[in-house]
């Protein structure tokens, strides 16, 4: 099967996730307990749209936390490829509505030195999908936005994906190019993923 029809199939599976803010609560709470984020001290989490797991609720609270929380948005590199910026969110009302309707800083505040972070800086990074599979697979919309920021993440960051466990696909298609997550975290389990040895 290819990536266009996986896409389709896991599209329809997460805009009929039932309950999607108490089982987007649990696989958030999953996020937490687990050891490597708490030892985190720079976490990107991304902020849903659609029919993605929820996140809005638990950035907001971790933001009282001790951790510096991270959040992309869409912009271009010097020579105008699509890439992920990444800003320093330090209160909700930073963000407004951006490309696709996801909350991001306001493009005027885009290049402010205080508010920018490195890849490298990432000790975590919380990875949406549309499909994932059982060994890390990944499956995302296809603008390869995620490709490129994962690229530049240090070895030793943990890579993890939540969705919902209707996302889960026995075999994503996966081309030499993409990432294997390090872990992959539902409602129901976390699943170890080849991590980016599989690649």
Same mark, same amino acid.
């Given at each position: 099967?290819?990536?266009?029809?996986?896409?389709?199939?896991?599209?329809?599976?997460?805009?009929?996730?039932?309950?999607?803010?108490?089982?987007?609560?649990?696989?958030?709470?999953?996020?937490?307990?687990?050891?490597?984020?708490?030892?985190?001290?720079?976490?990107?989490?991304?902020?849903?749209?659609?029919?993605?797991?929820?996140?809005?609720?638990?950035?907001? *609270?971790? !933001? /009282?936390?001790?951790?510096?929380?991270?959040?992309?948005?869409?912009? +271009?590199?010097? @020579?105008?490829?699509?890439?992920?910026?990444?800003?320093?969110?330090?209160?909700?009302?930073?963000?407004?509505?951006?490309?696709?309707?996801?909350?991001?800083?306001?493009g005027e505040r885009w290049l402010e030195p205080a508010k920018q972070v490195r890849a490298k800086d990432l000790d975590v990074v919380i990875v949406p999908g549309v499909a994932f599979d059982r060994h890390g697979?990944?499956?995302?919309?296809?603008?390869?936005?995620?490709?490129?920021?994962?690229?530049?993440?240090?070895?030793? *960051?943990? !890579? /993890?994906?939540?969705?919902?466990?209707?996302?889960?696909?026995?075999? +994503?298609?996966? @081309?030499?190019?993409?990432?294997?997550?390090?872990?992959?975290?539902?409602?129901?389990?976390?699943?170890?993923?080849?991590?980016?040895?599989?690649?």
């Open positions: 099967m290819n990536k266009a029809d996986q896409r389709q199939i896991a599209y329809a599976a997460r805009n009929a996730q039932a309950d999607k803010d108490a089982v987007s609560a649990e696989i958030c709470r999953r996020v937490l307990e687990q050891p490597w984020y708490q030892a985190a001290r720079t976490v990107m989490w991304y902020l849903h749209c659609r029919s993605e797991v929820r996140t809005l609720p638990t950035v907001a *609270a971790e !933001l /009282a936390g001790g951790k510096r929380i991270v959040v992309p948005y869409c912009t +271009v590199d010097a @020579e105008g490829q699509k890439q992920l910026g990444l800003w320093h969110l330090q209160a909700i009302d930073e963000l407004q509505p951006g490309m696709w309707n996801i909350l991001e800083p306001p697979g990944r499956l995302g919309n296809g603008a390869g936005y995620y490709d490129r920021l994962l690229q530049n993440v240090r070895p030793d *960051a943990v !890579l /993890a994906a939540v969705c919902y466990e209707a996302q889960l696909l026995p075999q +994503v298609a996966m @081309e030499r190019h993409d990432i294997y997550m390090d872990r992959v975290i539902t409602e129901q389990a976390i699943y170890p993923g080849k991590g980016r040895a599989g690649c």
